[in-house]
């Protein structure tokens, strides 16, 4: 079983805020989103500019907007803790689309002539948490054609494939494999720049890896490529089988490998991988089993 730990795919939270409204001037305010740790997490999945907090504040009332320019959907997700206070509405998860400013909340004053105030805290992942996997779709392995890899950790691994990356794949392939898309689709989030790779959590967030987001709202995640190992770009549209990358070592990991999971989110928190079905030469629409080699289909 190869000797490595899953990381988590993108989370992302705001710093908790505290807000007293007694006397609020009027004013809006522009808190950039800060990327943290949520398990073992590769961090700055999208670029720290690219979703906003926008709050436009006053005394009686104060509306909260997520603003998203990057490349995909995200899901949001809100906990509030309100004190003479109330929301506009009882949702607290919610999609925003692609370069859209979302109305998030409003939060009002319950009682006139009293000191108000509230908190929150916010989180998102990238992705909808509406996306809908094509089960009936065979995926390609993420390796030049006819090669023979071997499935070291499968579904429900014993050492790192359960809860949120039960439905995950692990091939052992020497460092400078070529990694080939899996499915087509369009490049959400990479990075490249790590070296490193180690069993303790110093290495934790120094994972390379590529992102692509499906035509039906789901998310491939390959991971642990080498340093400048990762030949596509965020936006970039790719087909099936094509080189997005090379395979390495790098983040929580002991031994060169590439892990791949599609996942969607399940809430601003949390994500959920999906099981798929692959195509090689022993056959298609087969799961792949830990322990058997299979050849990528030609």
């Not at 939270?13 to 409204?21: C, K, V």
């Not at 007694?22 to 961090?43: I, T």
């Amino acid at each position: 079983m190869t000797d490595e730990k899953r990381q988590s795919p993108m989370s992302f939270i705001s710093a908790r805020r505290e807000s007293n409204r007694a006397n609020a001037m009027v004013r809006k305010l522009m808190l950039v989103c800060s990327l943290v740790v949520s398990l073992l997490l590769p961090s700055r999945l999208l670029a720290e500019e690219l979703v906003r907090l926008v709050i436009e504040e006053s005394a009686k009332e104060n509306t909260l907007y997520v603003q998203n320019d990057g490349p995909v959907d995200i899901t949001v997700s809100f906990k509030f803790t309100l004190r003479n206070a109330e929301l506009d509405q009882s949702r607290t998860t919610f999609v925003v689309h692609p370069k859209e400013t979302a109305l998030a909340f409003r939060v009002m004053r319950k009682t006139r002539n009293a000191p108000w105030n509230y908190s929150y805290e916010w989180h998102y992942r990238l992705g909808n948490i509406d996306a809908r996997h094509d089960d009936g779709f065979n995926y390609r392995l993420p390796f030049e054609e006819g090669r023979k890899v071997w499935v070291t950790q499968g579904f429900d691994g014993k050492f790192s494939h359960q809860g949120e990356w039960r439905y995950s794949i692990d091939w052992r392939v020497p460092e400078g494999t070529a990694v080939h898309a899996a499915r087509k689709g369009t490049v959400v989030a990479t990075q490249s720049r790590y070296s490193e790779g180690g069993p303790t959590t110093e290495f934790e967030e120094k994972a390379n890896y590529v992102v692509v987001a499906h035509d039906d709202g789901t998310l491939g995640f390959y991971v642990h490529l080498k340093k400048d190992g990762v030949v596509v770009s965020v936006g970039e549209r790719i087909r099936e089988g094509r080189l997005i990358g090379y395979s390495g070592n790098t983040g929580y990991s002991t031994v060169p490998h590439l892990h791949f999971s599609v996942y969607k989110p399940k809430d601003g928190w949390k994500t959920e991988s999906i099981p798929i079905r692959f195509r090689t030469e022993e056959g298609s629409g087969i799961t792949l089993e830990e322990g058997k080699e299979y050849t990528v289909s030609r």
